[in-house]
């Protein structure tokens, strides 16, 4: 039998015999050792005729990284999204809150003013006390007039009687008068405080 390194059998090397690997050429029966599998047929096209493995894992790589690198920016935006969105909900919360205070506020304004409304009504409080004012000015108007012509009657009689001149509160002889003069208006609204 011929050996694995081209030498006569049993010079102590290695050969090969019907499949089995024998020492020093001696040969035993026993079972065959089976052949190597065989490598897969990789298919020519024109991508696998131009590329080796490590180019297209490097391939493989770099757009793996790109994908990376593309996904952690879009997490990078999405939390900046979502902290942009949390200042502007907790502004808003704020800006709410306010509103409600204003609202708060103007309800208290509005119950008041209803309420002096209420009051202003003629059958109530304050309508009351101004209808009642609007008579009492009624009757100080017709009072006034009545007034004004008694005292222009009062005058006309001192002028007669005692000489009085209404300018200077002089009468006959020694009968001075020591009052202040006074004129009545026509109208009591014209009056000044």
């Known amino acids: 039998a011929a050996t694995a390194s081209g030498s006569p059998a049993g010079s102590g090397t290695l050969s090969r015999t019907g499949g089995m690997a024998t020492m020093g050429g001696s040969q035993s029966a026993g079972a065959l050792a089976r052949p190597a599998p065989a490598r897969p047929q990789v298919r020519k096209n024109f991508l696998s005729r131009s590329k080796s493995v ?25 939390e900046d999204d979502i902290a942009s969105d949390e200042r502007s909900l907790k502004e808003m919360d704020q800006n709410l809150a306010k509103m409600r205070q204003e609202a708060d506020r103007l309800g208290r304004q509005i119950a008041t003013e209803e309420g002096v409304i ?26 006034y007039g009545h007034c004004r012509h008694k005292h222009q009657d009062s005058i006309g009689i001192l002028k007669q009687e005692f000489g009085y ?23 009591p609204s014209k009056l000044r405080s």
């Open 54 to 78: 490590g180019q297209v894992v490097g391939e493989n790589n770099s757009q793996a990284t790109a994908l990376m690198g593309n996904l952690t920016s879009a997490l990078k935006q999405l």
């Open 118 to 143: 209420e009051a202003m009504s003629p059958e109530k409080g304050l309508g009351a006390a101004m209808k009642q004012f609007d008579s009492f000015m009624g009757d100080v108007r017709s009072t």
């Open 165 to 187: 001149n209404p300018a200077f509160k002089r009468g006959h002889g020694s009968n001075d008068f020591s009052a202040a003069y006074l004129s009545l208006a026509k109208d």
